[in-house]
């Protein structure tokens, strides 16, 4: 019987950047919805199980400083990557040191624009005042090592590596979401730009992680995949998926087909980017009641949780600010009733 200390994960070069990264990376968002103390255990156990690249952001709260607590007894030997979504020159700087000291570090590895996803987005970064010029200056003066960008939008991320100016990119990549596959991931490799997998399993949508895993990880072009783990559970799974075989089995591929048919292009993702609702309604769990009930299972607590969302959710003044901040454009407005609906049909039944 092998022990789990003894797996080891395969190692990739990020582009340009040179650095040798473990393909099963840590994704930041999901530490946000647990303790302190249990995020700084998670983390932990990614480092002892042999992650190297940690990911974060300045907007998902208090991720960077549990990253940063977690990781600074062994900054040398990790790598982290955050991310801004200032546009100028100022709110990119106000970032970055914020950053710098959650993270409890004088240098941030990789240092991201966030979010890049649409062509105004990308006029006001490279503008006089944009925030790309900040970002140079934060490399030359070495409290960034390199620099990357992110995206929701395949297409306009295609467009941009062209320019050749970043050393990374990140980009969603699921079997949901193959855009990246056709085009993108090939430029990648070309041009010598590395690529970090974001969303492989859909925010937890779909119903296997580690079918959704085993499927980005077999692709050849993909340099690390981060998906967001929250639990010491999460980590060893996806470390052993990560560490062996990435052949799918032919239930593992009807697992896949079924989340197609199922799902289709209209699932949260859980990133929350939504949030906040002036309704203060918690609208990515209301989207995923059915994957959280097959995770929690229908406690006391999931109960409270249950109501509590119900009650809110009939709350909705329907303002559209959540549509608005989704990355994929999903009409929230008409599939917050239309879920809770369903799920409470499925229960019942």
């Known amino acids: 019987m092998y022990l789990l200390r003894d797996l080891i994960l395969k190692e990739k070069i990020l582009g340009k950047t040179g650095i040798k990264v473990n393909v099963l990376g840590f994704g930041g968002i999901p530490i946000q919805r647990i303790s302190e103390e249990e995020a700084i255990k998670v983390i932990n156990r990614c480092y002892d199980l042999g992650i190297n690249f940690f990911d974060t952001a300045r907007c998902y709260t208090v991720s960077e400083e549990r990253v940063g607590k977690a990781l600074e007894n062994v900054r040398d030997n990790v790598i982290i990557a955050t991310k801004s979504l200032g546009r100028t020159k100022e709110d990119l700087i106000n970032d970055l040191e914020t950053s710098l000291i959650d993270l409890r570090t004088d240098v941030i590895d990789v240092f991201q624009l966030h979010n890049v996803s649409t062509k105004e987005s990308w006029e006001e970064i490279t503008s006089q005042n944009g925030a790309l010029g900040a970002l140079y200056k934060a490399h030359d003066e070495g409290k960034v090592r390199h620099i990357g960008i992110t995206s929701h939008n395949t297409s306009i991320l295609t467009e941009i590596i062209k320019e050749q100016i970043f050393e990374t990119v990140q980009v969603p990549f699921n ?86 048919s199922e799902l289709g292009n209209q699932f949260c993702r859980t990133c929350d980017y939504c949030q906040p609702c002036p309704q203060e ?68 039944d």
């Open 175 to 260: 079997y949901l979401s193959t855009l990246p596959a056709e085009e993108l991931l090939n430029l990648c490799k070309k041009l010598n730009i590395g690529n970090i997998i974001m969303k492989p399993i859909g925010g937890g949508a779909f119903n296997s992680a580690s079918t959704a895993l085993k499927y980005i990880l077999r692709e050849e072009n993909v340099d690390v995949v981060i998906p967001g783990m929250m639990s010491i559970h999460e980590v060893e799974e996806n470390v052993k998926i990560a560490a062996g075989s990435y052949d799918l089995s032919s239930e593992e591929l009807e697992i896949i087909e079924n989340d197609k």
């Open 281 to 348: 309604i918690n609208i990515s769990f209301a989207l995923n009641l059915a994957t959280i009930l097959k995770r929690m299972g229908y406690s006391s607590r999931f109960e409270e949780l249950y109501q509590d969302i119900k009650s809110k959710a009939s709350t909705c003044i329907e303002c559209g600010e959540c549509e608005a901040r989704c990355p994929y454009h999903l009409p929230i407005r008409k599939l917050l009733p239309a879920r809770i609906k369903s799920f409470e049909k499925n229960l019942k």
